[in-house]
């Protein structure tokens, strides 16, 4: 696998453990610190609306290893700073994930399936940007790609990924990424994606003032994003991420999200 490879290897969204059918290389962890701020004005079928614009401030920490070429484990802390509350740790999480195709040596595509838990804070389920469902969310997931490559190293990649949820209490839910890649030069990397998620709770109505996870609650959202790489060699990579939520029910409305974050693999 090329170091390209290795240093594009970072889940696409803040809310998530690892998420792309390809895995680094055994035995090389990948360090991920992200920072994201958000914003948005209004929440679909929430009463009562918002008074001023709802910021918030992520902090996303990840670290991910593979001990087999056809293992891999990884995990997440994210801590949050909102409008509905102040510094706060919010969630961690832990996946393992199992590659049963490799397109990289030789296979037709690249599939992966896994399975998450994560356990959500108090704080957490009370704010609104939180996409938790409940104290302890568990998922199943799939993912598959492929790769076309140029000389050495791949031009473009497409893939999905797609899960199914349960928290431990309310209604189960989907979600899944759909991204087209590419790599310029081996160093800049682009990336154009979007991200949906459908709840299957009772609740259209959301009470803003008394809100607690999405477990109950029919959501409905979809984010449009892009995104920019820079490989910096040995030393990782600096990526630059941009969301906008084009459909929302039962969600925050018209979300803007921006996000910075840096990739270091490293091994011992």
């Not at 999905?160 to 890649?181: D, K, L, T």
């Not at 600096?238 to 990739?263: C, G, H, M, Q, W």
Request: with cysteine.
């Amino acid at each position: 696998m090329n170091t390209f490879l290795i240093s594009f290897l970072a889940p696409l969204a803040l809310l998530a453990v690892e998420v792309q059918p390809w895995f680094g290389d055994v035995y090389q962890f990948h360090f991920l610190g992200s920072y994201a701020y958000s914003r948005f004005n209004s929440f679909s079928y929430g009463s009562p609306q918002l008074k001023e614009p709802f910021q918030a401030h992520l902090l996303y920490l990840g670290l991910d290893f593979s001990p087999s070429p056809v293992w891999s484990i990884d995990g997440d802390m994210q801590l949050a700073a909102t409008s509905a509350s102040s510094f706060y740790f919010r969630s961690i999480a832990l996946q393992a994930r199992y590659l049963w195709f490799d397109d990289i040596i030789g296979d037709p595509i690249s599939l992966v399936t896994g399975g998450s838990i994560r356990a959500t804070s108090s704080t957490g389920l009370r704010d609104i940007s939180c996409p938790s469902h409940g104290n302890v969310d568990f998922e199943l997931d799939l993912a598959l790609g492929k790769e076309f490559e140029a000389s050495n190293c791949w031009l473009f990649r497409t893939w999905f990924y797609g899960a199914v949820g349960h928290a431990n209490r309310g209604s189960p839910w989907v979600r899944g990424i759909i991204s087209f890649e590419t790599n310029i030069d081996d160093r800049h990397k682009w990336a154009i994606f979007a991200e949906g998620i459908n709840g299957y709770g009772r609740h259209v109505h959301v009470n803003i003032d008394h809100f607690y996870g999405y477990a109950r609650i029919r959501e409905k959202a979809v984010d449009l994003g892009i995104r920019y790489g820079y490989r910096l060699d040995v030393w990782g990579t600096i990526r630059l991420e941009y969301y906008r939520r084009v459909l929302a029910k039962s969600a925050p409305k018209d979300v803007n999200t921006f996000v910075v974050s840096y990739l270091l693999p490293f091994c011992f």
